[in-house]
DNA sequence: TTGAAAGCGCTAACAG
DNA sequence: CTGTTAGCGCTTTCAA
């Protein structure tokens, strides 16, 4: 490896003046043009590279920023993924990923590593409930935005969507076309996207004037094997029930694999709505009435926001975002005969 | 934030010792029973957490493993970097992840980027046919496997898939549904997976004695767009068309849209079967027959040869890694009415 | 306009 | 078993 000294050696200048070349300070430094010229000269002849981590540990600047992701295969957080590591690079910061495998102790551990590697900020979706990790890294005054399952109680920035307004449209629309026994495949227990979009559910029961009936709430996972399990499960159970909401598109399809192995069809058999859509769905035996989170958006804002509290070394006036869901009526509901 | 030497002092010992005992090196020193345990009380007392910055700078190890690929977002592409964060991550290497935005200059940066930070191996998934920036990863001894889009006139360690004889196969069972104006939607021109793909097409038709018409060649990337556009322009400037080959998910669905906007049926007016496939494609109105790659695979193998090069510091003796294609037969071929 | 010197936080000889 | 001493390669006072 060719190092800085090297560089100066041979363009016969000190350590200094070729560092404040190569690292773009010749101007604030008034550095003479053939001296620049000789050291940027010199510095491409040699291939030379600036080591990012000596420059990085005397700087106190990592230049890097942590995103944790409970699962990047999964479309909604490799979208986010996108955004924030081009966003990112467009303003000079590389983009650490880890990804946490849905476990909170991997996502404890890789936001440690972020840490110690000297992330400037993290952008975190959070697995869970656990939330320790993430006040230890606000109390060493690491900018951090949560993304998604975030968590209300606590005082983090956070972006997430507008789940229960968007639940709330799903069912009614259910309810309009004469539904009442909806069961709900839901999502992990305890997040803020299952809990909203569970409670806007139930409100659009109450402003209709009904009753929804919990015993209805199935499921355990964003996955499509929580979605065929609780499906195929409530279905055998409750077999005068006549729409599914599935909380993820991973459910709808374990939905729609259920519905097909119980032999029905979809949706003159049973309605099914669901939250997210996916490039396809309108090319579905039965497209689906979804309600499609704006995952660009999601991701887009978040890296906004960090970005800025970098730049202005502010914390975020605004604390919660909201991102709206977008409904889109297809043809999964079927109106309920008497 | 809080350093080795702060332990080191409230813990009474010298900075080497307590390095020893916190970077695992407690018995291998044969350091004191006591001693240990005093460091390392003080040190979860203090909160404190080594500076992976300077640990990397003196040791000459990152731990830092890089991916480039051209879109996070591609289900593909995520697919791939979730195996290899995982796979890393179990061998104690955090990755750092670029998206080239499949834009050859995005992808020279990150690279150069990447090595700046001194990681210790790169896996790429190449945009296209620059690979100098690749050739100077090589010449400074750092570790790389090519993915997917692999150059096969340079000397790389790659991992690609079969793809001649899956194309082949995809082919072979349109002739022996009696087509022969096959069109094929092609992805990006020049790079391995599209030219070998196209070579199984040819190869088929050779081998059935059949010649291949190279004017129902159209399209130009992997994209939705490309996969839409070059669908509609064939079939109508040559309406004889039969059937379309597209060579990724996207195009696929590219071609059901144009299909579609034509008000044609898939698969009665026209047949179509494509590369890769996604979890949805069973529910389709039409499901496709398609010739889906080992994406696990393809990230576990070049993961893993990365991983054993950097254990073993040799070179593999294999270079060239091929990941068979699972051929699945659906109900999107028609037979062709005399 | 340039250079000398100090040191970021850590590890690794070397010495006891 | 433990401490002392040098740096890793770079940036940044301070001084000229």
């Known amino acids: 490896?060719?190092?800085?000294?090297?560089?100066?050696?041979?363009?016969?200048?000190?350590?200094?003046?070729?560092?404040?070349?190569?690292?773009?300070?010749?101007?604030?430094?008034?550095?003479?043009?053939?001296?620049?010229?000789?050291?940027?000269?010199?510095?491409?002849?040699?291939?030379?590279?600036?080591?990012?981590?000596?420059?990085?540990?005397?700087?106190?600047?990592?230049?890097?920023?942590?995103?944790?992701?409970?699962?990047?295969?999964?479309?909604?957080?490799?979208?986010?993924?996108?955004?924030?590591?081009?966003?990112?690079?467009?303003?000079?910061?590389?983009?650490?990923?880890?990804?946490?495998?849905?476990?909170?102790?991997?996502?404890?551990?890789?936001?440690?590593?972020?840490?110690?590697?000297?992330?400037?900020?993290?952008?975190?979706?959070?697995?869970?409930?656990?939330?320790?990790?993430?006040?230890?890294?606000?109390?060493?005054?690491?900018?951090?935005?949560l993304v998604d399952r975030v968590f209300m109680a606590e005082s983090f920035t956070t972006v997430t969507s507008e789940h229960a307004s968007a639940a709330k449209q799903l069912t009614i629309a259910l309810i309009e076309a004469g539904h009442r026994k909806i069961a709900v495949l839901q999502g992990l227990p305890g997040t803020l996207p299952n809990t909203e979009r569970i409670e806007g559910i139930q409100a659009a029961f109450c402003e209709s004037g009904l009753r929804w009936n919990p015993q209805l709430l199935v499921g355990d996972n964003f996955t499509e094997k929580s979605g065929f399990e609780a499906a195929l499960a409530i279905m055998k159970a409750k077999p005068t029930t006549t729409a599914l909401i599935a909380l993820s598109a991973p459910q709808s399809l374990g939905a729609m694999k259920a519905i097909q192995r119980l032999g029905l069809s979809l949706p003159q058999d049973i309605s099914l709505v669901a939250f997210d859509d996916h490039p396809f769905i309108d090319h579905l035996v039965c497209p689906l009435t979804s309600a499609s989170q704006d995952v660009e958006r999601l991701g887009e804002t978040a890296a906004a926001i960090l970005l800025e509290q970098l730049r202005s070394g502010k914390r975020p006036a605004k604390r919660e975002h909201r991102i709206p869901i977008q409904v889109t009526h297809r043809k999964s509901i079927a109106r309920v005969k008497k």
Chains 1, 2 share one sequence.
Request: with cysteine; glycine share 6%.
């Open 1 to 145: 490896m060719i190092t800085l000294k090297e560089v100066a050696e041979s363009a016969g200048v000190s350590v200094s003046t070729a560092s404040r070349v190569l690292s773009g300070q010749a101007a604030a430094y008034r550095i003479g043009k053939v001296t620049q010229a000789a050291v940027e000269q010199r510095a491409k002849a040699l291939g030379f590279q600036a080591n990012a981590l000596a420059r990085s540990l005397r700087s106190k600047r990592s230049g890097i920023l942590g995103l944790v992701v409970p699962d990047i295969s999964n479309p909604f957080f490799a979208a986010i993924a996108r955004q924030v590591t081009t966003a990112a690079n467009q303003h000079g910061y590389s983009v650490l990923i880890a990804d946490s495998c849905e476990t909170s102790t991997i996502e404890q551990d890789s936001v440690k590593q972020l840490m110690a590697r000297q992330a400037e900020g993290l952008i975190v979706c959070p697995v869970g409930n656990v939330s320790e990790h993430l006040r230890a890294v606000e109390s060493k005054k690491v900018p951090l935005v």
